[in-house]
């Protein structure tokens, strides 16, 4: 079977080698989370070869970079389907995607090879200093890269928007793709003063995770949602609009949660304190919309796989970047909290159960589609059942042993007044269950990797029911009976 006989158009197939990069830079990824979580108990594992700070930033840049590839196979993947015309320029979205891949390859490498100094000096950093923060450790020439692939495909993304139909998930979708491009300007923002650095550095990662990248999610989560139940489209289009509105409201001046100890006024204490309390609103509304529309679907698509990864992402992304959020965003509690493990278990948590999950629930959907099924085989969907599972419950063992950790750190090291090593030196063991829980979560993610070379028939549309799957109402019943 052909992929254009499943493909509404043949140009959402420049979505497969964004996706199929985005899983291997995922794997990338969770391997040097392993070489950190060895190093936090044996120091000088790979030291020299891969110290610590290099091993975090290959980490933290590729977590970045596969999200984005994600995000903009998502896009061209969508984006026709939703427009109902073939995409602007195939072409350009391939050759985007090699100019994206070659150059996060040779960042990493440029990491890995070469010290970060050194790196700086020979990339041009002396002539516009950009390097030398957290998350935007990236030479000029890969940042001058990403806002050049960034702003072709989102004149892709728009022109093919601008001649085809007009829906609310690809406006929203346009809206924070734009966003999130004009956001990351700031990242060439480099001032002397070290308060105002801080400020515009903040837009960039903040106004990303708490801001646009949100619109991003509600978009992707919505699409699939109205995919796979039949849900009416003008009751996903309110809900969404609701959502985003809260995430706009509460997201912006939430990034006065961060502002608490940099050496701005202090009237940002009560302003972060209130709107970042707030900040959970948009997610837990997620949770809702996300239960709400699988309760009244009118089918049970054969992909249930995909519905599974859709409601974790909804229940996640509502714990990690909700309620794990919360837990230390108040001032009087971030005082003691900031930069200790508690902030890990939530930066691991949000991301994970906000970004990760949705772009995984997108390519769920979409793989099947482009490899010329609507779903795959019972024993497919069943192994990647399995594999969100594994992939969940360790990633939530994480988060407890780093909650459990940062508490434990809290007490030693900021009210204790404990020297930091010796503080380390007490939390070895959340660190071990930190490591063992990483390793689970790495087979987990294989699983999900190896359920798309399962063979077998694909699934038909109410297979799921017999294999796991939700059961139909009994009006869904009587109406597939006739």
């Keep these: 079977m052909s992929n254009t006989s499943i493909l509404k158009y043949k140009s959402q197939a420049v979505a497969l080698p964004y996706f199929m990069a985005a899983i291997g830079l995922f794997v990338a990824q969770i391997l040097f989370g392993l070489v950190m979580g060895i190093q936090y108990i044996y120091g000088d594992f790979l030291f020299p070869a891969i110290p610590f700070n290099v091993a975090r930033m290959v980490h933290t840049n590729v977590l970045i970079v596969w999200l984005l590839f994600g995000f903009m196979g998502a896009a061209y993947y969508l984006v026709p389907e939703e427009a109902e015309t073939e995409l602007y320029s195939p072409k350009l979205a391939l050759v985007m995607f090699w100019i994206f891949l070659v150059a996060g390859a ?18 041009g950093n002396g002539m516009l200093t950009t390097m030398g923060r957290e998350f935007l450790e990236q030479p000029l020439p890969t940042k001058l890269g990403i806002v050049v692939v960034a702003l072709a495909m989102l004149f892709n993304i728009s022109m093919t928007y601008l001649k085809g139909r007009k829906t609310t998930i690809t406006t929203v979708l346009l809206i924070g793709l734009w966003g999130l491009a004009v956001m ?30 949100e619109l991003i999610l509600a978009s992707l989560l919505a699409y699939v949602l109205i ?48 709107f970042s309390a707030l900040e959970p609103i948009p997610f837990f509304l997620l949770t809702i919309f996300a239960f709400r529309m699988v309760q009244r679907r009118r089918r049970d698509h054969a992909n249930q796989a995909a519905v599974l990864w859709a409601l974790g992402c909804s229940v996640l992304g509502f714990l990690g970047a909700g309620v794990w959020g919360f837990l230390h965003t108040l001032s009087i509690v971030n005082y003691y909290t900031h930069g ?30 482009l490899r010329g099924r609507v779903a795959n085989s019972l024993e497919s969907q069943t192994m990647e059942k399995s594999a969100f599972w594994v992939m969940n419950i360790s ?71 017999r294999r796991g799957g939700l059961m139909p109402s009994p009006a869904q019943r009587r109406l597939q009976h006739d």
């Design 227 to 274: 995919k796979t139940t039949g849900v009416d489209r003008e009751v996903v289009d309110k809900w969404v609009y609701v959502i985003i509105a809260f995430a706009l409201f509460t997201g912006i001046l939430g990034t006065g949660h961060h502002y608490y100890f940099i050496g701005t006024p202090g009237y940002w204490h009560p302003i972060g304190s209130i």
């Design 395 to 465: 990633m939530f063992v994480m988060v407890l042993a780093l909650t459990g950790a940062g508490i434990l750190q809290v007490w030693l090291q900021r009210m204790g007044a404990m020297p930091y090593m010796a503080a380390q030196d007490q939390i070895t063991f959340f660190y071990w269950i930190r490591l063992l829980s990483g390793a689970a979560f790495l087979v987990g993610l294989l699983m999900y990797v190896w359920s798309f070379f399962i063979g077998g028939e694909p699934a038909q549309e109410a297979a799921g029911n």
């Design 106 to 123: 040779a960042t990493v490498v440029g990491y890995l090879l070469v010290p970060y100094a050194k790196l700086a000096e020979m990339t």
């Design 184 to 213: 990351f300007l700031f990242s060439f923002v480099n001032p002397d003063n070290l308060v105002r650095d801080k400020m515009y550095w903040w837009w960039v990662v903040h106004l990303w995770v708490e801001g646009v990248w």
């Design 340 to 369: 200790t493990q508690i902030t890990m278990s939530h930066g691991h948590l949000a991301f994970y159960g906000a970004y990760v999950m949705v772009v995984l629930t997108l390519i769920s959907y979409a793989m099947p589609t």
